[in-house]
């Protein structure tokens, strides 16, 4: 149907297009109501940039287009890396910013996710009070969803980066953890592999046990090099791979200790008991922070020790680093209505090493049309 758009049946004219819009006006009256300034990232963002940030995983969820002049450009697939580029390139601290409109992600064949959709949302970007910022943003998002019924869901990768930085073993696999945390599946294994690690084939048992002639001779004999990785790079990995090798296996009390952080859930009050309890030095200011984000929400009226924790949760958020949440829906179909987190090393990044700490949320208005909120 042409008039359909994501999660509705409507939306693009006439009477469903009044309601929508009147939503995205009420969302922004709210959000440039606590003081956020409108911007307007471009469209098209360098993809270059949202491959470094998000990996090569990013080319198969974006639509990459080729320009003349600017080569690789992509349609943005969410606003934070836009107006973070926007604010680092000469906006000055702290500042506060309000956006909505379209974002782009592809789907898979046969995928019933939409792959143009609305987001409206808020940023606040160089504070210097996180705890509070972080209370600010949950409830400034909670307030836009209005009308809609949606269970809030809250994490935080802050711990679980602190638990790795806890953990007792060597600052190469504990770098490995975090590049990882975004990927379950594969920081699983890793776990798995640095705790029990598998007898090296023969092959790769030789090709480790060689010396750099030797190596480079066994580079040359494989052929033509496939890849990014050119020769030099290939030596590198093999030296780093080699000093793995001669690592000893992680300690069961190590994977215990992360898996253990990892399953952690129920009632923030309550996980934030359990994490201290289980807690070595290294976790206390990410605990502490923790700790101070429930007073702040509290302060706000939150029921904040009632509210579901999972410290699993927001590893498929990549770039988030601290504070995560959500809002889901009970209706079947819809994603969430609404979330944010914590990115602090996202600004790093784009500001060449002088970030600044941001935290943002954002909801989306065709689903919350969908679900029930009145426009």
């Known amino acids: 149907m042409a008039a359909a758009r994501a999660y509705l049946t409507g939306g693009r004219i006439g009477a469903d297009l009044d309601r929508l819009s009147a939503?995205?006006?009420?969302?922004?009256?709210?959000?440039?109501?606590?003081?956020?300034?409108?911007?307007?990232?471009?469209t098209l963002q360098p993809a270059d940039l949202l491959l470094d940030l998000y990996g090569e995983d990013i080319r198969a969820r974006a639509y990459i287009v080729e320009d003349p002049s600017a080569g690789e450009l992509a349609l943005r697939p969410d606003f934070t890396v836009p107006v973070a580029r926007l604010h680092m390139a000469g906006g000055a601290d702290p500042?506060?910013?309000?956006?909505?409109?379209?974002?782009?992600?592809?789907?898979?064949?046969?995928?019933?996710?939409?792959?143009?959709?609305?987001?409206?949302?808020?940023?606040?970007?160089?504070?210097?009070?996180?705890?509070?910022?972080?209370?600010?943003?949950?409830?400034?998002?909670?307030?836009?969803?209005?009308?809609?019924?949606?269970?809030?869901?809250?994490?935080?990768?802050?711990?679980?980066?602190?638990?790795?930085?806890?953990?007792?073993?060597?600052?190469?696999?504990?770098?490995?953890?975090?590049?990882?945390?975004?990927?379950?599946?594969?920081?699983?294994?890793?776990?798995?592999?640095?705790?029990?690690?598998?007898?090296?084939?023969?092959?790769?048992?030789?090709?480790?046990?060689?010396?750099?002639?030797?190596?480079?001779?066994?580079?040359?004999?494989?052929?033509r090099i496939i890849g990014a990785r050119g020769e030099a790079e290939i030596l590198e990995r093999l030296d780093a791979l080699t000093e793995d090798a001669a690592t000893p296996p992680l300690e069961a009390g190590e994977k215990a200790m992360i898996e253990a952080v990892l399953a952690v859930k129920g009632r923030s009050d309550e996980a934030l008991a359990r994490l201290r309890a289980m807690a070595r030095a290294p976790m206390h200011p990410a605990l502490?922070?923790?700790?101070?984000?429930?007073?702040?929400?509290?302060?706000?009226?939150?029921?904040?020790?009632?509210?579901?924790?999972?410290?699993?949760?927001?590893?498929?958020?990549?770039?988030?680093?601290?504070?995560?949440?959500?809002?889901?829906?009970?209706?079947?179909?819809?994603?969430?209505?609404?979330?944010?987190?914590?990115?602090?090393?996202?600004?790093?990044?784009?500001?060449?090493g002088a970030g600044a700490p941001a935290v943002g949320g954002i909801v989306r208005p065709e689903a919350l049309l969908a679900a029930g909120a009145a426009a």
């Open 23 to 42: 939503l995205r006006a009420r969302i922004m009256a709210r959000l440039t109501g606590a003081g956020a300034a409108r911007v307007e990232p471009e």
């Open 95 to 223: 500042a506060r910013y309000a956006y909505e409109g379209l974002v782009w992600r592809r789907q898979p064949p046969g995928s019933d996710r939409p792959s143009e959709y609305l987001q409206a949302g808020i940023e606040l970007i160089g504070g210097a009070d996180p705890a509070a910022e972080e209370a600010e943003v949950f409830a400034l998002i909670a307030a836009a969803l209005e009308g809609a019924e949606a269970a809030p869901l809250t994490g935080d990768l802050g711990v679980v980066f602190a638990a790795i930085a806890a953990m007792e073993t060597t600052e190469p696999r504990r770098a490995a953890l975090r590049r990882h945390v975004w990927r379950p599946a594969r920081f699983h294994a890793l776990l798995e592999r640095y705790a029990d690690p598998p007898a090296p084939s023969p092959t790769r048992a030789a090709l480790l046990g060689a010396d750099r002639a030797g190596r480079i001779d066994a580079i040359a004999a494989a052929g």
């Open 288 to 352: 502490d922070r923790m700790e101070r984000r429930l007073d702040a929400l509290a302060d706000l009226g939150v029921d904040a020790g009632a509210l579901p924790f999972d410290a699993a949760f927001g590893r498929g958020l990549e770039y988030y680093d601290g504070f995560v949440f959500e809002f889901r829906s009970a209706r079947a179909g819809l994603p969430p209505l609404g979330g944010g987190g914590r990115y602090d090393a996202l600004t790093a990044i784009l500001g060449g």
